[in-house]
């Protein structure tokens, strides 16, 4: 899936190379204002499934693959669950941290004050997360990315460190 948002990426920026260098303006903003949202759509999206996918290997794996628990856990906490996990605007994954316990809270955090590189890839995958949230719910075609396509596809490589290392 990584290949297919990149996809869209390489060939927009593509688009947009192509319609600049033949004086097609006014095409090429649009396609600029156009782009960030539908690459931020695409990540976010991709990132979900990761993470979602995540979790289920994970109680196949400590359930010995009973198919009766993971389809609980798929059904009651993984379908239609995956916003709650996060407080988007608190720019960390601590709430979610915590749905595994005090002690894997405290561990993760540990973790992500040593580990740089893990913690940049975190607060990636929860600021894709933040800016998809405002992007739906703050009326689609009217929002104005303060991103970059760019500046997009480099948080969601970042964040795919941490959901698909």
């Keep these: 899936m990584p290949s297919l948002v990149r996809a869209l990426y ?3 920026s593509q688009l947009l190379d ?11 903003n649009s396609v600029e204002s156009i782009l960030p949202k539908v690459l931020l ?4 999206s991709h990132l979900e499934s990761e ?11 400590v359930t010995g693959n009973r198919m ?7 059904k009651k ?3 239609r669950q995956f916003h709650t996990y ?21 561990t993760m955090t540990a973790l992500l004050q040593t580990d740089n590189d893990l913690a940049v890839a975190v607060k990636n995958f929860v600021g894709i997360g933040s800016l998809r949230n405002q992007l739906v719910h703050q009326n689609y075609a009217a929002f104005t990315m303060e ?19």
């Design 10 to 12: 390489d060939d927009n």
């Design 18 to 28: 192509y319609l600049r260098n033949n004086q097609e303006v006014s095409f090429a």
């Design 41 to 44: 759509l695409a990540a976010a």
């Design 51 to 61: 993470l979602q996918g995540l979790i289920l290997d994970y109680f196949r794996e």
């Design 68 to 74: 009766c628990a993971v389809s609980f856990v798929e």
């Design 77 to 79: 906490a993984v379908v």
């Design 86 to 106: 996060f407080s988007w605007d608190a720019g960390n994954a601590n709430s979610f941290f915590a749905l595994f316990g005090t002690d894997f809270k405290t």
């Design 147 to 165: 991103s970059t396509a760019e500046e997009i596809w480099r948080m969601y490589e970042s964040a795919l460190k941490w959901v698909a290392p």
